[in-house]
């Protein structure tokens, strides 16, 4: 290729020819052959989706024909990464530590075969004008990546695919570039890469573009959408179509966390990829094209075991890509092994007979009263002079308490802090550093749930203004414009959106089976009907299988069944109809 001139690959659709002066002001003429997308200076997606007459259709490279699994790095450690550390948790997820079915095996056995590194890898501001790229458009990486492709070589020695992470928010890149996309992808390639997310961050956020010159290097990669769930009518993208979809799964929603209701929350923003008809083809969530309400936080929620369970059931049901998010030397993960490595739970992730999976209904059981009576909860509202229950709070530095009135914030359920009478136990002791705002029980900050409540629970610390707080007669947050105070209420918050529900969803299976998730997200255990004629569309009758206990559990009676699913739990079934039963209507 000459100096200067940049010939993209195949599949030409629009040319651009422009000058460009340099600094020597020598004039070069500059081709772009891309799909969707002006050279340099106009560069930028300008879709809409599907302008690449249908070369990205889903399953166009081959890759993810089923739900990818695996392990990346951000829930655990966030961009605090290093070569090293990376190659400690690649050796533990060969490690042949775990019996599963009487046999010791690795989760890479299970199949669990691939290792994704995620943010922290970039040279930020080592890159020409001090950018994350060198002037050539190659990424400028982290001294704590000494060598990227012997780590890359490392994790294929042990039989594993290595994922690379690219267009990140660490280093908050602003401009476009082409010859960054051209950088990214030689990169990719020449360390040996075998999969790559592309983050929605900075500037390189042309998907098309990028599958594009994926393709052009006459290798195959797994390709992961982080665009957060984000639909536009451009090439960046996150929601494909039928015709357009030049990745393999995609984030329908934006960052999860270990809170105990995060997982519900993602989870529901996979339905809109989903056809409500189990028996309709045409959900847009597919092989090769995956709906993806990010990485799992399996063995990190907030809460019983069984709600982190329930958690896994819920992304084997809608075929989710399962992407491990633990360190895999947590001292929670033997727990959870039972669950992750669940055969016949992963075999409802990885079937696939026409649908993704979706959800069939939900209800409300009726919730319990509140006590009524004395000011005894907590919750946040703008803060306006005179509010009932905003004034009179104070910190006792004395004692730690934090104090309305005469009574003390109690943490002993974590997930609510609540009012009680003052008792001097460690659940009601803080300590407040007026300077940083920072409220701490323990090793966890008082938090204001989702920046917006309207509960207050306690969290990991995260210096996040809705955990910073200013104490003077009442207690507020340091959000700005949006900031809120604490209230004293008779009546507990309202809960999250999703909570006090129950939710039915369903996955066709292999010989005309339908698995069945019931997830109870309510305070109370709750009893639950399935007709399998009216809500599955199901005939005659069916063996019941309980995927969870990895047992049988009867079968239906009239196509009908009943189970009682305890408070934030769920029940995972496998419907089977008996011999002779047509499905086919």
Same mark, same amino acid.
């Not at 106009?42 to 259709?57: A, I, M, Q, S, T």
């Not at 961009?79 to 090293?84: G, L, V």
């Not at 914030?409 to 550093?433: E, H, I, N, R």
């Given at each position: 290729?000459?100096?200067?001139? +940049? *010939?993209?690959?195949?599949?030409?659709?629009?040319?651009?020819?422009?000058? =460009?002066?340099?600094?020597?002001?020598?004039?070069?003429?500059?081709?772009?052959?891309?799909?969707?997308?002006?050279?340099?200076?106009?560069?930028?997606?300008?879709?809409?989706?599907?302008?690449?007459?249908?070369? +990205?259709?889903?399953?166009?490279?081959?890759?993810?024909?089923?739900?990818? =699994?695996?392990?990346?790095?951000?829930?655990?450690? /966030?961009?605090?990464?290093?070569?090293?550390?990376?190659?400690?948790?690649?050796?533990?997820?060969?490690?042949?530590?775990?019996?599963?079915?009487?046999?010791?095996?690795?989760?890479?056995?299970?199949? %669990?075969?691939?290792?994704?590194?995620?943010?922290?890898?970039?040279?930020?501001?080592?890159?020409?004008?001090?950018?994350? &790229?060198?002037?050539?458009?190659?990424?400028?990486?982290?001294?704590?990546?000494?060598?990227?492709?012997?780590? *890359?070589? %490392?994790?294929?020695?042990?039989?594993?695919?290595?994922?690379?992470?690219?267009?990140?928010?660490?280093?908050?890149?602003?401009?476009?570039?082409?010859?960054?996309?051209?950088?990214?992808?030689?990169? =990719?390639?020449?360390?040996?890469?075998?999969?790559?997310? =592309?983050?929605?961050?900075?500037?390189?956020?042309?998907?098309?573009?990028?599958?594009?010159?994926?393709?052009?290097?006459?290798?195959?990669?797994?390709?992961?959408?982080? &665009?957060?769930?984000?639909? @536009?009518?451009?090439?960046?993208?996150?929601?494909?179509?039928?015709?357009?979809?030049?990745?393999?799964? +995609?984030?329908?929603?934006?960052?999860?966390?270990?809170?105990?209701?995060?997982?519900?929350?993602?989870?529901?923003?996979?339905?809109?990829?989903? $056809?409500?008809?189990?028996?309709?083809?045409?959900?847009?969530?597919?092989?090769?094209?995956?709906?993806?309400?990010?990485?799992?936080?399996?063995?990190? *929620?907030? /809460?019983?075991?069984?709600?982190?369970?329930? &958690?896994?059931?819920?992304?084997?049901?809608?075929?989710?890509?399962?992407?491990?998010?633990?360190?895999?030397?947590?001292?929670?993960?033997?727990?959870?092994?039972?669950?992750?490595?669940?055969?016949?739970?992963?075999?409802?992730?990885?079937?696939?007979?026409?649908?993704?999976?979706?959800?069939?209904?939900?209800?409300?059981?009726?919730?319990?009263?509140?006590?009524?009576?004395?000011?005894?909860?907590?919750?946040?509202?703008?803060?306006?002079?005179?509010?009932?229950?905003?004034?009179?709070?104070? +910190?006792?530095?004395?004692?730690?308490?934090?104090?309305?009135?005469?009574?003390?914030?109690?943490?002993?359920?974590?997930?609510?802090?609540?009012?009680?009478?003052?008792?001097?136990?460690?659940?009601?002791?803080?300590? %407040?550093?007026?300077?940083? /705002?920072?409220?701490?029980?323990?090793?966890?900050?008082?938090?204001?749930?989702?920046?917006?409540?309207?509960?207050?629970?306690?969290?990991?610390?995260?210096?996040?203004?809705?955990?910073?707080?200013?104490?003077?007669?009442?207690?507020?947050?340091?959000?700005?414009?949006?900031?809120?105070?604490? @209230?004293?209420?008779?009546?507990?918050?309202?809960?999250?959106?999703?909570?006090?529900? *129950?939710?039915?969803?369903?996955?066709?299976?292999? #010989?005309?089976?339908?698995?069945?998730?019931?997830?109870?997200? #309510?305070?109370?255990?709750?009893?639950?009907?399935?007709?399998?004629?009216?809500?599955?569309?199901?005939?005659?009758?069916?063996?019941?299988?309980?995927?969870?206990?990895?047992?049988?559990?009867?079968?239906?009676?009239?196509? $009908?069944?009943?189970? $009682?699913? #305890?408070?934030?739990?769920?029940?995972?079934?496998?419907?089977?109809? &008996?011999?002779?039963?047509?499905? #086919?209507?």
């Amino acid at each position: 290729v000459m100096e200067g001139l +940049y *010939v993209l690959p195949t599949s030409i659709e629009r040319l651009s020819c422009f000058t =460009l002066v340099m600094a020597s002001f020598r004039v070069q003429c500059i081709l772009a052959v891309l799909p969707a997308v002006t050279a340099l200076a106009g560069l930028g997606p300008v879709g809409p989706p599907g302008g690449d007459g249908g070369l +990205y259709k889903p399953g166009w490279n081959g890759e993810a024909r089923t739900p990818p =699994l695996g392990w990346r790095s951000w829930n655990a450690f /966030g961009n605090r990464i290093t070569q090293d550390l990376m190659m400690t948790e690649i050796d533990a997820i060969v490690a042949k530590n775990w019996t599963v079915d009487g046999k010791k095996v690795s989760l890479f056995d299970v199949g %669990y075969a691939s290792v994704g590194i995620d943010e922290g890898w970039e040279g930020c501001g080592d890159g020409v004008n001090g950018t994350q &790229h060198y002037v050539n458009g190659t990424p400028a990486v982290n001294p704590k990546f000494p060598d990227m492709q012997a780590l *890359v070589e %490392y994790g294929h020695s042990k039989g594993l695919k290595m994922g690379f992470y690219q267009n990140g928010c660490a280093c908050g890149e602003r401009v476009e570039k082409m010859i960054n996309y051209e950088g990214d992808i030689k990169y =990719l390639n020449s360390n040996g890469f075998d999969a790559v997310k =592309l983050d929605g961050c900075g500037k390189q956020r042309n998907l098309t573009l990028y599958a594009q010159l994926m393709k052009a290097t006459g290798k195959n990669y797994s390709i992961e959408n982080c &665009h957060w769930g984000d639909c @536009t009518q451009s090439d960046d993208s996150s929601c494909p179509t039928l015709e357009w979809c030049p990745f393999n799964w +995609y984030r329908s929603s934006g960052d999860i966390n270990s809170k105990e209701q995060s997982w519900m929350s993602n989870l529901q923003t996979t339905i809109r990829f989903q $056809t409500p008809d189990c028996k309709d083809p045409n959900s847009v969530s597919r092989p090769s094209c995956w709906a993806y309400p990010d990485m799992l936080e399996v063995g990190r *929620v907030q /809460g019983s075991l069984e709600w982190n369970r329930a &958690h896994f059931g819920a992304w084997c049901i809608v075929s989710a890509p399962l992407i491990l998010g633990l360190d895999l030397y947590s001292p929670s993960l033997p727990s959870i092994i039972p669950i992750i490595t669940n055969k016949e739970a992963l075999a409802v992730n990885q079937a696939w007979e026409g649908h993704p999976g979706t959800l069939i209904s939900q209800f409300s059981p009726p919730a319990p009263a509140p006590a009524p009576g004395a000011l005894q909860y907590i919750t946040v509202k703008p803060c306006v002079s005179g509010t009932l229950g905003q004034d009179e709070w104070k +910190y006792v530095s004395s004692s730690g308490a934090i104090q309305y009135k005469d009574l003390c914030v109690d943490v002993t359920d974590p997930k609510t802090a609540k009012l009680a009478t003052c008792s001097g136990s460690s659940a009601q002791k803080f300590s %407040y550093d007026a300077t940083s /705002g920072v409220m701490k029980n323990a090793d966890k900050c008082l938090d204001i749930w989702d920046w917006t409540g309207p509960q207050v629970d306690l969290y990991g610390c995260n210096g996040g203004t809705n955990q910073l707080f200013d104490v003077s007669n009442n207690i507020k947050d340091r959000a700005g414009s949006t900031t809120k105070c604490f @209230t004293a209420s008779a009546t507990p918050p309202a809960p999250p959106s999703n909570a006090n529900v *129950v939710q039915l969803w369903a996955k066709p299976q292999p #010989s005309a089976g339908m698995a069945v998730l019931i997830i109870n997200n #309510s305070g109370n255990s709750t009893s639950v009907t399935v007709d399998t004629k009216r809500q599955l569309n199901m005939t005659g009758e069916s063996n019941i299988r309980s995927i969870w206990d990895r047992a049988d559990a009867g079968a239906t009676q009239g196509g $009908t069944f009943k189970i $009682t699913v #305890s408070s934030m739990d769920s029940a995972f079934l496998l419907l089977s109809p &008996h011999a002779g039963t047509d499905q #086919s209507s």
